[in-house]
């Protein structure tokens, strides 16, 4: 059933795909905040994991893709347990969709490798970061400020794939730039 | 013109008419592959079991059980001997993935290549005829989820999963003239990923980190003539690896070292017909590594290949008759009362057609040794009873020597007393004898050209007789690490029925799909033999799809359903998770796998990432094996032409 949930949503995207010659045309770059909000067993050991965002994104064959970096700072609440920095680096789809000429709303997935690197210097070298599987989605909107600036406001809800899933639940606030893709990086990326 | 007769010898080469599964390097990529024994992720006939993910245990359609290991490897259509005592760990294999053009899968006994083939085939055939310049280098890594993360560091730590490993391999290739040289270079890393394994194998590496580490050069050279061609290839791989001695019940540490060559020429007679020769030497040789117990498998085992054939016969009536020769030569500390064996054949493959709606094929070998021999014959027939349609029934009778086994047992006759020297009791009841195995195929197919569809319905036969069977009863223990009591039985019997349904759909330039279903079953047979094929699932599934949406980027994915497996040897094991008794089964899974590939720079960036078993299913495929939970991967791959 759940393969046939894949096939449904994989076809569809190349049936009503793009042309490819729209895809690549621009790049948006943007820098966002990241509010954790979500309370949970993590948090029983951890301070709420608030971090910041850069991303590129074009636009693919269909919908968007997005190359980015996360890096969050956590702090732990008890002696027990150290600090670790984490950086998720992840490639992302979504699709946009314009509802006025200045707003438009999308939503999409994440797929990253979550690495993490702790603040302890007693254990083993083999323990002292590790990476993991990381899924986030996202929903969010764009308001076009002008000189194709533009707000970022999203959702995301993010889980990593430790043996207990750490689930987190951000919102998050920023601002981008659209850039016309150069014709160098085009023929790159194509 | 040159291209043309390089194209008639690349043909010539080939055995014809097959009936096999190609896997293609396009199906690899798209499918994420990141190394050569990850290929049997994508074979549809043949069922699979593996502890680790590198080496693996392979039945054919029901043509051998995971305790007979006769399905054979080639490189470039010439043997290359990498077993050790039935295991055969792909990766040794010097080939990086990125120089092979395609693998052959055959899952019908057969002469193939000069070679008697009862239990399937895999051939590795490289890229030879890409003109100009090449190079490429490329990198990947895989992940299993499951790490306990920041949670090691609290009351709800867990086990530590390791990476699956990294891969970095690169080549050099020039055509030009008429000459083809390339070289190729591999290096692979990897730990175990499951908990029970990590115990097994830390306990017996000592002081060191249990890992596998291969590293393999390859050489080729080929050269093109008007009416000549010849290839010659060289090629050494280094592997460390905890080698999974079935028969032992655990891993071994083995440092081990495969050293290959390897020639074939080709002298063309006429337009239609020419004259072949076929080299190789294998040394294999698994040695000491460094572990607790100080288990040694001490043993080097040199194999020659050669076989001169020619095409005989025109018009309607064509074939190939060769003779060969294979000797195998064996060195250990261990005493050994024979040292060697040599074996010479004779043989023959004709092609009758009869008419446009009928073909018959006729194969008969014949090898001799000192004084015994063995023969294998086979007859397959086609009828086309429409344009699309067809019926072919396929049968195939041999009588193999225990020498032509690669088994630890007629070592073990032999006098290499690894087993006994290291604390496993067994009992061998009778002499090890010329075993016989009977094989049918009723074959119907129906065909929508060109390649739109095509159906296979296959309902297949087996009885094997005069086989050795093996029972094992392993000790309960915490690790699964003791060794244990067996008993071999020399004449085991018994049959194997089954029905396979296989289908490609292209349904235009960006979308095939493979869709592959089968049951088995075990007849009337004895305990022993009932025992060794439960092991191996009576039902089986799967479908891949590859879809490239735009030039340039393609998507796949891979659904697999096992059924349930039992392994008898294991039941009265302690489960080391949750401290329960009798693991005896291996629960059915599914597992779906997805990879989306991109090009860049005109094609000369790859890069793709894959998602192996997204649903998170408990997939293990033994008893003591890992268990795979989801896992990531991803490459990147440099091309210059």
């Known amino acids: 059933m759940f393969y046939l949930i894949i096939l449904l949503l994989v076809i569809p995207m190349g049936l009503f795909g793009q042309e490819k010659s729209k895809a690549f045309k621009t790049i948006s770059i943007s820098a966002n905040y990241l509010q954790n909000i979500n309370d949970n067993m993590f948090h029983d050991y951890w301070k709420p994991a608030n971090g910041f965002e850069l991303s590129a994104e074009t636009e693919f064959y269909f919908g968007k893709v997005e190359l980015g970096a996360q890096l969050f700072s956590i702090n732990a609440k008890n002696i027990e347990q150290p600090d670790f920095l984490a950086v998720n680096m992840y490639i992302g789809w979504s699709w946009e969709q314009k509802l006025f000429s200045k707003f438009s709303i999308y939503s999409g997935f994440l797929l990253g490798n979550y690495y993490m690197n702790f603040d302890e210097n007693n254990i083993d070298v083999n323990l002292k970061t590790e990476s993991e599987f990381s899924l986030g989605l996202k929903a969010g909107l764009k308001y076009n400020i002008g000189k194709n600036l533009f707000i970022n406001i999203s959702g995301r809800y993010q889980i990593i794939y430790t043996y207990h899933r750490i689930h987190l639940s951000y919102i998050s606030i920023g601002l981008g730039k659209t850039f016309v893709t150069p014709k160098w990086l085009r023929e790159f990326l194509n | ?641």
């Open chain 2, 1 to 641: 013109m040159r291209k043309i007769v390089i194209i008639f010898f690349i043909i010539l080469l080939c055995p014809q008419f097959s009936t096999a599964e190609y896997i293609t390097q396009e199906d690899m990529q798209q499918a994420g592959l990141l190394r050569l024994s990850d290929i049997f992720l994508l074979i549809d006939d043949w069922d699979y079991s593996t502890l680790d993910g590198i080496t693996y245990q392979a039945s054919p359609l029901g043509l051998n059980s995971y305790q007979h290991q006769d399905w054979k490897i080639f490189l470039n259509n010439i043997p290359i001997d990498i077993d050790i005592f039935g295991a055969k760990a792909l990766d040794r294999i010097p080939v990086d993935l990125s120089q092979i053009s395609y693998v052959k899968i055959i899952t019908q006994p057969r002469i193939y290549v000069g070679q008697k083939t009862t239990g399937g085939v895999i051939d590795i055939i490289t890229k030879t005829i890409d003109s100009g310049f090449k190079t490429n280098f490329r990198t990947g890594f895989g992940n299993e989820t499951g790490d306990p993360g920041p949670y090691y560091f609290t009351d709800k730590s867990s086990p530590n999963i390791d990476k699956l490993g990294n891969i970095v391999a690169g080549g050099i290739s020039n055509f030009q003239d008429s000459l083809y040289i390339g070289i190729s270079y591999k290096r692979e890393i990897g730990y175990p990923t499951d908990q029970a394994m990590f115990y097994r194998n830390s306990d017996i590496a000592g002081d060191y980190y249990p890992r596998l580490k291969l590293e393999a050069v390859y050489l080729e050279q080929d050269r093109f003539f008007s009416d000549f061609y010849i290839l010659n290839s060289f090629g050494v791989s280094d592997f460390e690896d905890f080698y999974y001695l079935r028969q032992y019940g655990r891993e071994i540490p083995v440092k081990s070292r495969l050293l290959y060559f390897s020639s074939t020429g080709s002298i063309k007679r006429n337009f239609y017909q020419s004259i072949r020769y076929r080299f190789s030497y294998s040394a294999n040789e698994p040695d000491y590594g460094n572990n607790s117990l100080n288990l040694d498998l001490n043993w080097k085992q040199e194999t020659v290949r050669a076989n001169i054939e020619a095409d005989i016969g025109k018009g309607r009536k064509t074939g190939k008759i060769g003779i060969g020769l294979n000797h195998i030569a064996v060195s250990s500390d261990y005493l050994l009362s024979q040292r060697y064996n040599t074996e010479a054949t004779v043989y023959s493959k004709l092609d009758f057609r009869f008419s446009k709606h009928l073909e018959s094929f006729v194969d008969l070998i014949l090898n001799f040794q000192k004084d015994k021999s063995g023969f294998f014959a086979r007859y397959k027939t086609f009828f086309w009873f429409s344009k699309n349609k067809r019926l072919s029934f396929d049968v195939t009778y041999d009588k193999t020597l225990p020498e032509e086994s690669n088994s630890i047992w007629y070592w073990q006759q032999q006098g290499y007393s690894f087993l006994e020297n290291n604390g496993v009791s067994y009992n061998i009841t009778g002499n090890l004898k010329s075993s016989n195995k009977f094989t049918a195929e009723l074959t119907f197919g129906h065909f929508i050209p060109p390649n739109r569809h095509e159906l296979e319905i296959t309902a297949y036969f087996r009885s094997f007789s005069n086989i050795y069977c093996e029972g094992q009863y392993i000790i309960s223990d915490q690790d699964y690490s003791a060794p244990n009591n067996l008993i071999v039985k020399t004449d085991c019997s018994g049959q194997i029925v089954g029905v396979a349904l296989e289908e490609k759909i292209n349904l235009s330039n960006r979308m095939r799909i493979k869709f592959f279903a089968r049951y088995q079953q075990s007849l009337n047979n004895e305990t022993l033999f009932e025992e060794a094929w439960s092991s191996i699932p009576k039902f089986r599934l799967s479908t891949t799809i590859y879809y490239t949406p735009v030039d340039g980027y393609s998507l796949s994915s891979r659904l697999r359903y096992n059924g349930v497996t039992k392994w008898v040897d294991y039941d009265n094991t302690d489960d080391i998770t949750d401290d329960t008794h009798n693991v005896m089964e291996v629960d059915p899974f599914v597992s779906i796998d997805i990879t989306a590939q991109k090009y860049f720079q005109n094609r000369k960036i790859r890069t793709s990432f894959s998602i192996r078993n997204l649903l998170n299913s408990k997939i293990s495929y033994h008893p003591i094996g890992a268990q795979f939970d989801l896992s990531y991967f991803a490459q990147i791959e440099f091309l210059l032409n």
